[in-house]
């Protein structure tokens, strides 16, 4: 056979098996043939770094877009306190005297500024698995963002003994769905018995008394957050600043 | 806050369009630095490791290692960015708890199972490869690229690029490549 065909067949992945004999035969004992193998693999191996340079400047790019495009806007926060700070400056200018009920911290805007949904790290999901399992079952309805199910299933799995990991993403799926008490209760059980997660419970417990207004608990798991964990422990200060 | 459903396919993404590699990063940009947070690296750090992770896809697609998406696109990122993470943290010899590992990494094993993570560095003929191939004429460069990157064969290489035959086609590679090995050549005699 045709040593460059059986080449061409070897880098298009199309050897049959009996080339696949032939090719291996000829690595062994055709030095030519070795040395052609070997100068077109370095060169596949050459342009996939040529590529790769090329694809890192793009992502550089777009970190620059994302950071330029980050200064250019101030902050949907700095943008919201700032207009907060202007209305009340010219609520006093005015004289209005129910403006005392907006100088609080806006506890809305700063769970929305600081809530994003922790993503599917456990379970992974493959469609054609043949997977048909519960713990399938709430992951995915999770990933798809049906939480109601998700809960209803991670609920199940928990009446027949649980799953790792389950407390956290079922009370995750309570805060989507603005049910917090539920949700605290939840990460409770997670700080205390998931060691991989409790970090991030905590997190989240500290937004959830945020949205539920309640400043006295979300400043109490904030200073626990800053003291214990490194997980947005920049984030923790600075809600913390705002805050007091 | 909800997490955007992506409607990039592969095929967007094998055809090598920069619109779709723009939005795959956007979009699972946030989620991946969320999660990556948990492992104490710098914020610098876990945008390194987003970029290299999010390589390695790529090149996975391409090169045809994924056939379909039996996942998220989000899986895939996260299960390269943990192995990147693990192997970061190493090096840093910071302390990488095992059950921890286990339990996040276990089960994506099978998920990635074909793909080629890093790479060894260059070696010195193929850095002198690199050199020359940077030299060949745009059309060389894309017919190998098209070849050896993305896997087409000679037929899908006629009808991408517009050649007239599969034969000027074989022709042209086998002229890019003399055309490479002379460069060679010529750089050692020197």
């Known amino acids: 056979m045709d040593k460059e065909l059986l080449l061409y067949n070897y880098f298009a992945n199309q050897l049959t098996e009996d080339e696949q004999l032939l090719f291996d035969e000829l690595l062994k004992n055709d030095m030519d043939f070795k040395a052609q193998f070997e100068f077109e693999k370095d060169l596949k191996r050459v342009i996939k770094e040529y590529v790769n340079e090329d694809l890192k400047e793009?992502?550089?790019g777009y970190e620059k877009e994302i950071s330029a495009k980050d200064k250019s806007n101030p902050s949907k926060w700095r943008f919201k306190n700032w207009s907060i700070a202007a209305s009340i400056t010219l609520l006093i200018g005015l004289g209005w005297i129910g403006f005392k009920s907006l100088s609080g911290p806006d506890y809305d805007?700063?769970?929305?500024?600081?809530?994003?949904?922790?993503?599917?790290?456990?379970?992974?999901?493959s469609r054609g698995d043949g997977d048909t399992s519960k713990e399938r079952d709430a992951f995915a309805a999770y990933e798809a963002g049906e939480?109601?199910?998700a809960i209803t299933a991670f609920q199940e799995l928990r009446s027949t003994g649980g799953i790792s990991h389950g407390d956290f993403y079922q009370a995750l799926s309570y805060l989507q769905l603005g049910k917090n008490a539920q949700a605290i209760d939840l990460l409770k059980n997670v700080i205390l018995n998931?060691?991989?997660f409790k970090a991030e419970a905590n997190w989240y417990m500290a937004l959830a008394y945020l949205k539920d207004s309640d400043k006295v608990n979300a400043v109490a798991t904030l200073k626990k957050h800053v003291a214990d964990f490194n997980y947005n422990k920049n984030k923790a200060e600075a809600l913390l600043r705002e805050l007091d | 806050m909800k997490e955007a459903k992506t409607e990039i396919t592969l095929e967007d993404l094998r055809n090598g369009s920069d619109k779709?590699?723009?939005q795959v990063y956007e979009e699972n940009r946030e989620k991946f630095l969320n999660f990556a947070r948990r492992y104490h690296l710098s914020?610098?750090?876990?945008?390194d490791v987003y970029q290299d992770a999010y390589i390695i896809f790529y090149d996975n697609v391409m090169s045809g290692k994924v056939e379909s998406f039996t996942s998220s696109i989000a899986t895939y990122l996260f299960g390269v960015g943990k192995y990147l993470i693990f192997d970061?943290?190493?090096?840093?010899?910071?302390?990488?708890?095992?059950?921890f590992d286990l339990t996040i990494v276990g089960r994506e094993d099978e998920l990635l199972?074909?793909?080629?993570m890093e790479e060894q560095e260059l070696t010195t003929e193929q850095t002198l490869l690199q050199k020359h191939f940077g030299t060949l004429g745009k059309q060389c460069q894309e017919l190998l690229t098209l070849f050896y990157y993305r896997g087409y064969t000679i037929k899908e290489i006629m009808q991408a690029e517009n050649y007239n035959s599969e034969n000027v086609v074989k022709a042209a590679k086998s002229r890019c490549m003399k055309t490479l090995r002379e460069r060679i050549q010529a750089n050692n005699v020197q």
């Open chain 1, 58 to 60: 793009k992502l550089v």
């Open chain 1, 109 to 125: 805007n700063l769970y929305q500024d600081n809530f994003e949904g922790y993503p599917n790290t456990v379970y992974t999901i």
């Open chain 1, 147 to 149: 939480y109601e199910k």
């Open chain 1, 194 to 196: 998931d060691e991989a």
């Open chain 2, 20 to 22: 779709a590699l723009k």
């Open chain 2, 43 to 47: 914020d610098e750090e876990n945008i």
């Open chain 2, 88 to 99: 970061r943290m190493k090096k840093n010899k910071k302390k990488v708890s095992s059950k």
């Open chain 2, 113 to 116: 199972s074909g793909f080629e």
